[in-house]
């Protein structure tokens, strides 16, 4: 059963930067792309971004462009979200995810992903 687990998360002032890990322990065809989604107290779950394992296509929410980068190693089964610029409203528990399944790219949906990592608290305050 794959599993994932993330690490990176923490406090920092407004403008700061942080880097997430999500670490995979094995992978099939069907967990061919892994996302970053996060989650707000007393709000949705939103999605972040995702990567493709083969060619490292990426997609992004509008909200992160420019300020967030998805990237993965391979050979460590690693992702990556290097996010710089950070605000108050990026506050929020970032969980990586995997789909269970090939769906059409790029896949924003929730409902496309089937494996969660425990997730990792990212605060950013003064």
């Known amino acids: 059963q794959v599993q994932l687990a993330e690490s990176g998360g923490g406090l920092v002032p407004p403008g700061g930067s942080l880097r997430l890990s999500c670490e995979v322990s094995?992978?099939?065809?069907?967990?061919?792309?892994m996302g970053w989604f996060r989650q707000a107290p007393g709000k949705e779950r939103e999605f972040v971004a995702v990567?493709?394992?083969?060619?490292?296509?990426?997609a992004y929410a509008d909200f992160v462009k420019g300020r967030f980068t998805i990237s993965r190693d391979a050979a460590k089964n690693t992702v990556y979200l290097e996010m710089v610029g950070l605000k108050p409203e990026d506050t929020a528990v970032y969980f990586c995810?995997?789909?269970?399944?090939?769906?059409?790219?790029?896949?924003?949906?929730?409902?496309?992903?089937?494996?969660w990592g425990q997730g990792t608290q990212v605060t950013v305050s003064s």
């Open positions: 995810a995997t789909p269970s399944d090939v769906v059409t790219w790029p896949p924003f949906s929730r409902s496309d992903y089937g494996v």
């Open positions: 094995r992978r099939t065809y069907k967990n061919y792309a």
């Open positions: 990567i493709r394992w083969a060619d490292r296509d990426t």
